[in-house]
Each structure stands twice: as structure tokens, then as C-alpha cells.
């Protein structure tokens, strides 16, 4: 499975932007998906996961209310909405999938994406 995020770019405090992280190359609806962000010098963190159809999803508590994570299987494509944000929303911004239904742990992850760049100034 090929990932391709995209949507990334600069943001004022309080603004919104939208993630799309596109699949090509294999079985789409099979996989969990989740998002990751890291920025430079911390560690690459949990943001938020969606189950294979769409039924489940899950929240880092920093993102929770602010963030909704949704996917249309007819497009392959994962979203990311993110609104409300803060300075520490910046962060590059990664794509991933897994066979479990869930996932928190990125090690559970077995195919990513290159990483869209967030930048929120206020």
C-alpha cells in the first residue's frame, strides 16, 4: 500500500484545515488507518484512528474536540479535519495503516505515508 498525504500548510490560531491521506495499491477498506505528527525535536505522537469502515474512531486527548478523523473507502482517501487550532498543533503530519482494527501504538502500523508539513502562528 502506497500512502500520499497532502493538505498541509500554514494556519492562524483558531483556523481550520483539512488532511487527505490517498491509498493506492492495495485493499484500502482491509486497514485501519491513523495519523501521526511529529514535531522537530519531540518524539512522533498518536492523533487520531479510524477503523476499517469507518465505525470507530479514537483520539489523542490534545486533539480530542478540536480534530475529526473520517475516510470514504470509494476514494481510498482518509481525512483529517482539523479545527481550533494551536501553535502546538505544528508538526509534520503522517499518514499510516494497520491490520488492527485501532491502533494507538505506531509500531502496530505497517505502511506510511511522507509527512505534510502544519504550521500554525498566531
Known amino acids: 500500500v502506497q500512502l500520499q498525504a497532502s493538505g498541509g500548510g500554514p494556519v492562524q490560531t483558531g483556523g481550520s484545515l483539512r488532511l487527505s491521506c490517498a491509498a493506492t495499491?492495495?485493499?484500502?477498506?482491509?486497514?485501519?488507518v491513523g495519523w501521526f505528527r511529529q514535531a522537530p525535536g519531540k518524539e512522533r505522537e498518536f492523533v487520531a484512528a479510524?477503523?476499517?469502515?469507518?465505525?470507530?474512531?479514537m483520539y489523542a486527548e490534545s486533539v480530542k474536540g478540536r480534530f475529526t478523523i473520517s475516510r470514504d473507502n470509494a476514494k481510498n482517501t482518509v481525512y483529517l479535519q482539523m479545527s481550533g487550532m494551536k501553535t502546538e498543533d505544528s508538526a509534520a503530519y503522517y499518514c499510516?495503516?494497520?491490520?488492527?482494527?485501532?491502533?494507538?501504538?505506531?509500531?502496530?502500523?505497517?505502511?506510511w505515508g511522507q509527512g505534510t508539513q502544519v504550521t500554525v502562528s498566531s
Open positions: 479510524v477503523s476499517q469502515y469507518g465505525g470507530s474512531t
Open positions: 495499491g492495495g485493499s484500502f477498506s482491509s486497514y485501519g
Open positions: 499510516a495503516v494497520t491490520r488492527t482494527r485501532l491502533a494507538r501504538n505506531s509500531a502496530l502500523y505497517d505502511y
